[in-house]
């Protein structure tokens, strides 16, 4: 019972704010994995839907001119499903990355603290943009150690750490590709 009450109240507020329509636009991007084809389903990842045109995330220009060849059918597969879509756009764009390993716990200490503020000593900033930058910097430090003790790892490329398969971070893989695709 309280389920339905809460769905009549957000359907309510919904069409109060007229977002009704909005939120109709976008069920594809919520419902992809379900709507998709399903050859389409692990290579893709739906961003967002504007003005009647859905932009999707593709692993490389390779996956993206197949698609373009197929735009017409899959748009009309869509459509006949109920969504609103004029176009499809494609970029770039990483995988999604894995969930991290459970909950990571983040502590900031006192030796991340000492490094934050010598590492801004010669820094010419007002002290108490000074403080807040040290605080930001250990807590990156932090962070970081804290990821790579659940199982990241550290990009070759641009050292960023991230978590997932591979040597390179998915920021570093979509710029090979696309370096790799301007090469050819």
Not at 104 to 127: F, K, N, S
Request: contains cysteine; proline residues 6%.
């Amino acid at each position: 019972m309280i389920i339905g009450d809460l769905w009549e109240t957000l359907e309510h507020l919904l069409r109060r704010y007229g977002l009704e329509g909005k939120l109709r636009e976008q069920l594809v991007v919520v419902e992809w994995e379900a709507e998709a084809p399903e050859e389409l389903r692990a290579t893709t990842r739906p961003l967002y839907v504007k003005d009647r045109v859905l932009h999707l995330g593709v692993r490389n220009h390779a996956l993206a001119q197949e698609i373009n060849l197929r735009k017409r059918d899959l748009i009309k597969d869509l459509r006949e499903k109920g969504y609103e879509i004029d176009d499809i756009r494609l970029q770039i764009a990483p995988p999604e990355p894995p969930a991290p390993p459970g909950e990571i716990v983040v502590e900031v200490t006192p030796e991340d603290e000492a490094w934050a503020r010598e590492a801004l000593r010669d820094v010419a900033v007002p002290e108490g943009l000074r403080r807040r930058m040290a605080a930001f910097l250990a807590a990156a430090r932090a962070r970081e150690r804290a990821m790579l003790a659940a199982g990241a790892r550290k990009c070759h490329s641009c050292g960023a750490v991230f978590f997932g398969e591979g040597d390179i971070c998915p920021i570093c893989h979509v710029e090979l590709e696309e370096s790799r695709t301007d090469a050819e």
